[in-house]
């Protein structure tokens, strides 16, 4: 390169797209390097003005997200009882997400707890709590024997949890 002639401007321009397929993630990054202007005299003609270069690179990972444990607490595993429980009646998603938001408000999932003021006892808050022993004689301490007569309950006398989750909202019990 002669001396008179120095490289005047030079900008870089860096897109880089992703996408996530399944649990890998893919993608291209494309580096350009554009106008790269060189300061030269007129009278020459075999200079260029400016320069263009394209690099192309393509990056995968292997890495797989965490899924997330809900079963390390008590209340997750008795959601994931019930979870499990509503999927075999053929039930759908949304019928999981009104039990849910039901059950929350009722017991917190929690299978020990009571009302002491009505005696309503379990996860589905079953008043009394002794009506559940047609479902196991380890009412008292077990969740699939809970969950198992609560959905049994929803699904005779509200047809679903949908259906269960709407009366509650109005009349504020089920």
Request: net charge positive; glycine share 8%.
């Amino acid at each position: 390169m002669d001396s008179n002639r120095a490289l005047r401007a030079a900008a870089v321009t860096v897109v880089a797209v992703s996408a996530v397929v399944g649990s890998t993630a893919t993608g291209t990054t494309e580096t350009i390097l554009t106008t790269a202007v060189e300061d030269t005299a007129p009278e020459d003609p075999t200079v260029e003005g400016t320069a263009e270069r394209v690099y192309l690179a393509t990056w995968s990972t292997g890495a797989r997200p965490r899924p997330k444990s809900l079963a390390r607490t008590a209340k997750g595993r008795n959601r994931a009882i019930a979870f499990r429980l509503v999927s075999r009646r053929a039930w759908s998603h949304d019928q999981f997400r009104c039990l849910d938001s039901l059950w929350t408000r009722e017991s917190n999932w929690n299978h020990r707890a009571h009302n002491r003021h009505t005696g309503a006892y379990g996860i589905p808050q079953a008043l009394p709590g002794s009506k559940m022993s047609d479902s196991g004689r380890d009412w008292r301490s077990s969740p699939v024997t809970q969950i198992r007569w609560g959905l049994r309950y929803i699904k005779q006398r509200y047809g679903s949890p949908c259906g269960a989750w709407g009366h509650f909202r109005s009349a504020n019990w089920y």
